[in-house]
């Protein structure tokens, strides 16, 4: 059985449904009418508004968060070996 609030006859977006959208939503992937409806629900809805402003500041600060370090050459050294040893069956 086909979930209700799927359907073509949709005039309201829950905050459950929000949180299943805020991605597709976030991205402008969303078909229009379906756009229309989750903006309605953000005009009444002001823990789904909180939510999609946490989300849009988690976005923003993902690119500076997990820059990656490289390994010192000490360290890369060691992994070397290990591996070397390991690939050896020692």
């Known amino acids: 059985m086909a979930d209700s609030h799927r359907n073509s006859t949709i005039d309201e977006v829950t905050c459950r449904e929000f949180v299943e959208l805020i991605t597709d939503y976030w991205e402008g992937a969303l078909p229009g009418e379906r756009t229309e409806l989750v903006e309605q629900h ?3 809805c002001d823990s789904c508004k909180t939510y999609l402003e946490q989300f849009e500041a988690l976005v923003e600060a993902l ?4 820059e990656p370090e490289s390994p010192t050459r ?3 050294q060691t992994l ?3 591996f070397r040893e390991w690939r050896a069956g020692g």
Request: net charge negative; charged share 15%.
């Open 80 to 82: 070397l070996a290990a």
């Open 42 to 44: 953000l005009v009444i």
């Open 63 to 66: 690119p500076g968060a997990a």
């Open 74 to 76: 000490e360290a890369e």
